[in-house]
């Protein structure tokens, strides 16, 4: 039997099968409804694991409408998963920082990969991979290229709204001032804004070594120097860390055929 | 103008709320007797209220932890004002208008939104006119200063009694001297003598309710506990609005036997008890029947309210009434942590539920409105996590549905009870 995990988010379903170490991943845009999103994700990963539906698995679901997946055996919440998921690539980790695309979550785990305490922003835009992008879009280059550019910053611009929609303004604002403030000061000023919100979420449960960032959104390098340089040391980022979510239910998945769930 | 028709409305549909559910008790075999007595109850006191004016009764408004004995005891009619709005949200839904009203009196969302809702639900001409406004500033701070706002909408006369921090005997004794003037000012307003006699009998009674209190809390501590957190929110009610009455001691000496029934027969407030919870602070009203129904899918009990349910030490002398009443003000549940320094018995309180009540996990509603309670989050997670017990923060308000969705709400507990089987 095959562990399957799926994690729906916003913008990406995720889908992982474990068989003795990461077997398949499959990331794919998500669509309106949850379960038709998880079932392209099965089949995708499925596929490129030179899988079917046929085959015997064991598929927990994870994340927005995970519940509805009519495909999974169990549905799990996401910090269940992420804890798992970090523990199985970090065992060490006993903090994930997860900047997702709407949300982000910091939770911590147990040396069992046990979720032992967590905390989310989801309320507001900032603090999220949805406020970079329109970030992204305001500074007229893709996310990569504001990522490369602000490792070159010499300093932060200030963005000191806590709003999303307000910060706008002010990015706006550097940008069009005279002399117009240097695009890395302003993108590292952007990335200083973020991180600033996931700070006071971590703080809100005690910070607490190694700690590891997933998520789509870290991806960014820029932004997780910068985030390294607030937390005063390294961070762990895996490969793939917008997998971690599936990555986890999938060791939920496996723990369960472990059990002789069917 | 507003017509005495419209001041009605609303507790009217309260009264006829709380008569539907008792009537719906009365004709259900499973129903508790407490549950139809608890909604009598709540029937009765509005309909006190509601006929006051014609009955030419005295109407006195007054805030929470308020004590109203005093106007029992002088034959007044009371109004619990933040009971009142908690009662609309709860039976009426109706949260939305008042809470508009209150911010149409510049009232902003970061104020404690019971005493939004009141300020509104009195511009609205929602709730009855009353002869006169009372408050303190006995651990809530909010009441301290809407109190004023509420005088000044009815334009009535008030009275602020001053509740001194510390307790010594020298506070106590200006305590007294408070009262006294309390009650030489509602002699005046209302024309009624205190009935000191009476007084002394709801100060005989509400030494027992204290008791019935203790003894239902030592009841929960049984695994499985027989009382779910409908059950706490009720128990808030019977003192918040009838202390000492006989309706109140005919309620908790019902539930109290009920209780111990089922302890004996060892049945729970759910089916299978799966995780004993502490309840900080106050759930959101307006997500009760939700909360109900997540309590029974998870098998998720609250056993214990630290804040609100465990009266302090101490005994109440009906001979001595007036001292009493100061006594009964410093045993009060949420005057431990909740008013001035909060200190390591408070602290120690926390510790002592988690470990009588076999804890497994807390959840604290950490209510935005109420700023000073919400400082002792960081303190609480602390000293639980030490002892292994995790703790959830629910950022909420307890009676604006705008602030949380009942999905994210519903979200967070379930990840933490899937955390809690998790361990």
């Given amino acids: 039997m095959k562990a399957l995990g799926i994690d729906i988010g916003s913008l990406t379903t995720k889908a992982v099968i474990l068989c003795d170490g990461i077997l398949a991943s499959s990331i794919i845009p998500s669509g309106d409804e949850a379960d038709l999103s998880a079932r392209a994700a099965v089949e995708d990963v499925l596929n490129r694991a030179g899988l079917s539906l ?29 804890a798992r998921g970090s523990h199985y690539l970090y065992p060490s980790v006993r903090m994930a920082i997860d900047i997702g695309a709407e949300s982000s979550t910091v939770i911590k785990v147990n040396e069992r990969g046990r979720l032992n305490d967590w905390v989310n922003q989801d309320k507001c835009a900032a603090g999220t991979g949805i406020f970079l992008q329109q970030m992204a879009k305001l500074m007229m280059m893709p996310l990569e290229e504001m990522s490369k550019l602000s490792l070159q910053a010499k300093s932060r611009a200030d963005i000191t709204s806590t709003c999303a929609v307000f ?55 820029g932004l997780v120097k910068i985030l390294e340089e607030e937390l005063g040391f390294g961070v762990l980022v895996p490969e793939a860390p917008q997998l971690v979510a599936a990555l986890g239910a999938a060791v939920i998945a496996q723990e369960n055929i472990e059990k002789g769930f069917s | 103008m507003i017509s005495s028709e419209k001041r009605s409305d609303k507790i009217n549909a309260i009264i006829r709320a709380c008569r539907i559910i008792t009537r ?30 014609e009955e030419g009764r005295f109407v006195a408004a007054h805030t929470v932890f308020f004590p109203s004995e005093i106007l029992y005891a002088m034959d007044i009619v009371p109004m619990h004002t933040e009971t009142t709005t908690w009662m ?30 009141l300020a509104g639900a009195f511009s609205l001409g929602a709730l009855p006119h009353p002869d006169a406004m009372l408050w303190s500033n006995l651990i809530c701070d909010n009441t301290a200063k809407s109190g004023e706002l509420i005088m000044e909408l009815n334009d009535c006369p008030g009275f602020f009694l001053d509740h ?44 027992r309710q204290i008791e019935l209190f203790r003894e239902i809390n030592e009841l929960r501590k049984s695994v499985p506990s027989p009382f779910g957190i409908r059950g706490y929110l009720q128990l808030l009610t019977v003192d918040y609005l009838c202390p000492g009455q006989p309706e109140a001691i005919e309620y908790l000496e019902t539930l109290r036997q009920e209780l111990a029934e089922m302890v004996r027969e060892g049945k729970g407030a759910v089916s299978t008890e799966r995780f004993r919870l502490m309840t900080l602070f106050v759930p959101p009203m307006y997500l009760i029947g939700s909360l109900d129904k997540l ?25 001595q009434p007036l001292e009493s009443v100061v006594k009964k003000s410093a045993m009060i549940p949420e005057r431990r942590s909740m008013y001035g320094p909060l200190g390591e018995p408070a602290l120690q309180d926390i510790i002592d539920c988690a470990e009588q009540y076999k804890v497994d996990g807390a959840v604290y509603w950490a209510f935005m409105g109420c700023r000073h309670t919400c400082a002792t989050v960081r303190l609480f997670k602390d000293i639980l996590n030490e002892r292994d017990v995790p703790m959830l923060t629910v950022d909420c308000d307890i009676v604006d549905p705008t602030i949380n969705s009942e999905e994210e709400i519903r979200g967070k507990l379930e990840q933490f009870f899937e955390m809690l089987e998790d361990r």
């Avoid at chain 1, 996931?198 to 910070?207: A, D, H, P, Q, V």
């Avoid at chain 2, 004709?27 to 004016?53: D, F, G, K, V, W």
């Avoid at chain 2, 309210?305 to 302090?312: C, G, K, Q, V």
């Fill in chain 1, 167 to 221: 910060a706008e303004s002010e990015v706006i604002s550097h940008v069009h001032r005279e002399p117009p403030t240097p695009k890395e000061e302003i993108i590292a000023g952007i990335y200083f804004s973020v991180v600033s919100r996931i700070i006071s979420l971590c703080k809100r449960i005690g910070i607490e070594q190694d700690v590891a960032a997933i998520g789509g959104v870290v991806l960014n390098r």
């Fill in chain 2, 164 to 207: 001194p921090f510390q307790r010594s005997e020298a506070e106590e004794k200006y305590l007294i001297g408070e009262l006294e003037d309390m009650i030489h000012f509602l002699k005046e307003k209302s024309g009624r003598k205190m009935d000191w006699d009476k007084l002394s009998e709801i100060v005989a009674r509400m030494d």
């Fill in chain 2, 24 to 53: 719906m008790n009365q004709a259900n075999p499973e129903a508790l007797r407490s549950e139809t007595l608890y909604y009598q109850m709540l029937a009765n006191y509005y309909t006190r209220l509601l006929n006051a004016r």
């Fill in chain 2, 88 to 117: 609309m949200a709860l039976f009426l839904g109706e949260q939305a208008e008042i809470l508009s009203a209150g911010a149409e009196l510049g009232l902003v969302p970061e104020i404690c939104s019971p005493h939004r809702g």
């Fill in chain 1, 54 to 82: 046929n085959d015997d698995l064991y598929i927990v679901s994870t994340g927005v409408g995970g519940k509805s997946v009519s495909l999974s055996q169990q549905s799990k919440a996401i910090a269940t998963c992420l």
């Fill in chain 2, 295 to 319: 309590e029974q899918e998870y098998g998720a009990v609250s056993v214990v309210e630290p804040l609100f349910t465990r009266w302090a030490e101490g005994r109440l002398n009906p001979s």
